[in-house]
């Protein structure tokens, strides 16, 4: 009886002695219940390919022993269709999936896993799940392959990146957020690998991330500032000769407790890092691109609720202010200061300023689009005071160059702005920070930035009865909602509104004589007549 022949294999189950109970009867013998079965392929048949049909349990899968005459051999499991293990010679066992998926000509092999870290029971649910898949038409081998080369968030970044340094107006502000919240999380992971319920997960805990770390970072910076003056006390005990090195002197934001700072949520920065992931994955889906064909895991989250910031310089608060900004020992980061209230523009826009783009004149600084936030070109008016220190800067700057004409391109380049700068490679003042810090403390200012400078102008034109057209044209706003804010922080005009009401009401009920308002156009103010 032939068992193995080349096109039809029998179907053969053999019995080995780790198949019987552990008891047998008394003077049994193995021969006898094996005499008539069927024994494991030889190594002849081996080479023929020869594949054994058993049932895939853990005790028979642990008898099998590795072959000898080939490398590897296969068998066949007898209740799951498709499902085989693989052993090789040196006893490695891996369990695969062989099937075709409808219409298609070539049949597809699964690795699935070895065992025993796949067991039989999971080997046959996932053999049934890829038989399921087959049969609707779509091959599991293609979608592998596809799986395999398809890029991870870095790879996108890479490519996004670029993209934003061609088209953003500050590439820098989306880098930092990636660096930092979202490559350290997704940016190993395929494109395909995250899910909704992940990412919405990462934005609940992002908050809580953001703040340890910001504490992380000022722990940090207590340390180096409190190493640096333990440096210097000892450099000053040692010191001999020449001047002592200049102490570090602790003020009172050193020691200051987290409550009296302003509050920091996290949350702004959560909400940001969401919507840069959720820009990477529109950029994926572009159809000019095709880089990805799925859903967008990171649309559709509820973010948090922002608060829009309010602080501007108020009445009480101008004299100090200006007290300490005539204090201010360098001369044009005093005026680039005083340039940014007055002309209230952004600081990348004051800092950069160029006399190429002033005309003293007509009293104009004009600002292309390709440097605003809105992609619109801008004309600031310049009102007296400004066109004042201007022209005195113009004519500083003229004498200088009189004495000092630019010879190299780097000279050349920092003579062409306002506030130049030796320190900078880009020729004009970058950063204002120290010197704000300073003035804030001499005036005893709390909580205010040098953008609130640009919203103090906005809010005193809303005090003195400037429509929001008229602030959204003077600030560059192009959505106009962007300047309703200045309509809720002045108080004067509501409070004047409940006053007239109130008077009215009073008049009604005969309580209060009405009185008669006349305007005085000299003044344009209005007095009281009985």
């Known amino acids: 009886m032939e068992l193995y022949g080349r096109k039809e294999l029998r179907k053969v189950t ?70 085989y293990l693989r052993v090789t010679k040196t006893g490695v066992k891996t369990f695969t999936y062989v099937g075709r998926a409808k219409g298609a000509a070539r049949v597809e092999r699964i690795t699935i896993g070895k065992y025993p870290i796949v067991k039989p029971a999971e080997a046959r649910k996932q053999a049934r799940e890829l038989s399921g898949h087959q049969a609707s038409g779509s091959s599991v081998a293609a979608e592998g392959r596809s799986r395999r080369q398809e890029m991870t968030l870095s790879e996108l970044w890479s490519k996004y990146y670029d993209h934003l340094k061609a088209t953003a107006k500050r590439p820098d502000t989306f880098f930092l957020t990636w660096t930092t919240y979202v490559a350290p999380k997704f940016g190993t992971r395929k494109l395909s690998d995250l899910q909704f319920t992940e990412i919405e997960r990462w934005h609940r805990e992002l908050p809580g991330v953001i703040l340890a770390r910001r504490e992380e970072l000022a722990t940090s910076a207590i340390l180096k500032k409190e190493k640096k003056r333990l440096e210097t006390e000892a450099r000053r005990k040692i010191r001999k000769h020449g001047p002592s090195p200049k102490p570090v002197v602790k003020t009172a934001n050193d020691s200051a407790q987290p409550d009296s700072q302003p509050h920091f949520t996290g949350r702004t920065a959560a909400n940001r890092a969401v919507e840069v992931l959720r820009a990477m994955y529109n950029f994926a889906k572009h159809p000019k691109r095709r880089l990805y ?79 605003q936030k809105n992609g619109e070109p801008y004309v600031v008016p310049l009102v007296p005071e400004l066109v004042e220190l201007l022209v005195r800067r113009k004519a500083q700057h003229v004498d200088f160059l009189a004495g000092n004409p630019p010879k190299t391109k780097p000279e050349k380049l920092r003579a062409s702005f306002v506030f130049p700068s030796d320190r900078s490679v880009t020729g004009h003042i970058v950063s204002l920070a120290k010197i704000w810090e300073n003035l804030k403390k001499v005036a005893d200012i709390d909580n205010l930035r040098l953008h609130d400078l640009r919203r103090t102008m906005g809010s005193w034109q809303a005090k003195t009865g400037a429509s929001l057209i008229v602030i959204g044209k003077s600030l560059n706003h192009k959505d106009p909602s962007a300047t309703s804010i200045y309509a809720r922080l002045d108080l004067d005009p509501v409070r004047d509104s409940m006053t007239t009401a109130s008077s009215a009401m009073f008049e009604a009920a005969g309580i209060k004589p009405t009185a008669k308002v006349i305007q005085l156009p000299s003044t344009g103010r209005a007095i009281k007549s009985a």
Do not use: C
């Open 14 to 83: 053999p019995i080995f002695a780790y198949l019987l109970p552990r008891r047998y009867p008394k003077g049994f013998q193995m021969n006898e219940l094996n005499q008539n079965l069927p024994a494991p392929p030889s190594s002849v048949e081996q080479k023929r390919g020869s594949t054994a049909v058993i049932d895939f349990t853990v005790e028979n899968i642990q008898g099998i022993e590795p072959p000898t005459a080939v490398d590897r051999v296969e068998y066949k499991d007898s209740k799951e269709q498709g499902l």
């Open 293 to 371: 064909s799925g859903d967008n895991p990171a649309a559709q989250h509820e973010l948090y609720k922002e608060n829009e910031r309010s602080r501007f310089l108020q009445r009480d608060e101008l004299g100090a202010f200006f007290v300490a900004l005539a204090g201010v020992p360098n001369e044009s980061m005093r005026d680039a200061i005083f340039t940014s209230l007055l002309a209230a523009a952004r600081k990348s826009n004051i800092l950069s300023m160029k006399w190429a783009d002033l005309n003293l004149e007509r009293e104009e600084w004009s600002l292309p689009g390709q440097f």
